[in-house]
């Protein structure tokens, strides 16, 4: 019920919420020759180093879509590329959006959770220019990707609630402990090659042998969130199918869990906020 109510007052702060978006877009790429165009040179050149690297030195064999009949790994790799970059940004942006904010949050009185709300909001609209390129290239390779965009916009927003929730979390711990964000940093790493961005999730082996003890390897793996949502966008994108419904009703699941979470923490902590700034 106290979640329903927040949300009420956040719809009400809508105006403020748009504006301090607005604000965050502008201000990405401010002063800067090409402005927006980073957004897409940015991936790009992600792209094409982790093209050349893991499918022309290393020769990682992706599966070629399915219906589509699609094999360009560098489509293949953007479909779960682009989605991780937005859930990166989003959680690393929101979690430092108090502290870069300071003087506002202690001077006038609003909901924080704007703040983090707008950060991570600002992002979906660089998402969404890059999911439009990619579609673009999409059919010129031949993909369906047309009438599947629709759960793409669905299951963006479910990935957005997802960020938003470990967003809401990360900042009221990087209030209270500044080397939350290093650490994020590392984890960030680590989680990056732990979801199957660069390569198949086929080639994780079911178990693994760690001094002596066996490790149910692929059972842990798939209780990464992101490995879902990765799935999730390629099926729709890559493939133009159905994602397979485990993967529908953990990654809906694993934003629900976080976005109650992240509130509950959020609302929590909020009133001593000011004084911790």
Partial sequence: MAFLTSLR???SSRELVGNLTLREVRGKYKRTALGQ?????????????????????????VPPGSPSGIDVFA??????LIPWTFMSNAVTGGMSALVAN?????KVYFRREVLVAAN?????????????????????????VLPWLPLVIVFGLVL?????????????????????????????????YATPIVYPATLVPDSTELLGVRIPLRTLYELNPMEHFVAVFRALLYDNRFPELGDVIFTVGAATVALLAGWTIFRR??????EEL
Wanted: glycine fraction near 6%; hydrophobic fraction near 65%; include cysteine.
């Fill in 9 to 11: 007052d956040l719809g």
């Fill in 37 to 61: 165009l980073w957004s897409l040179l940015n991936p790009l050149a992600t792209m094409v180093i982790f093209t050349v690297v893991f499918g022309v030195l290393l020769r990682v064999e």
């Fill in 75 to 80: 489509l293949w790799l953007m479909c779960g």
């Fill in 102 to 106: 300071a003087n506002l949050v202690t």
């Fill in 120 to 144: 991570v909001f600002s992002w979906d609209v660089t998402f969404g220019i890059e999911l439009l390129v990619l579609s673009a290239a999409l059919l010129a390779f031949g993909a369906m």
């Fill in 160 to 192: 957005t609630a997802f960020g938003l929730g470990l967003a809401l979390m990360l900042a009221v711990a990087n209030v209270y402990f500044r080397d939350t964000q290093h650490f994020l940093s590392i984890f960030t790493q680590f989680w990056f």
């Fill in 269 to 274: 902590y909020e009133p001593r906020l000011a």
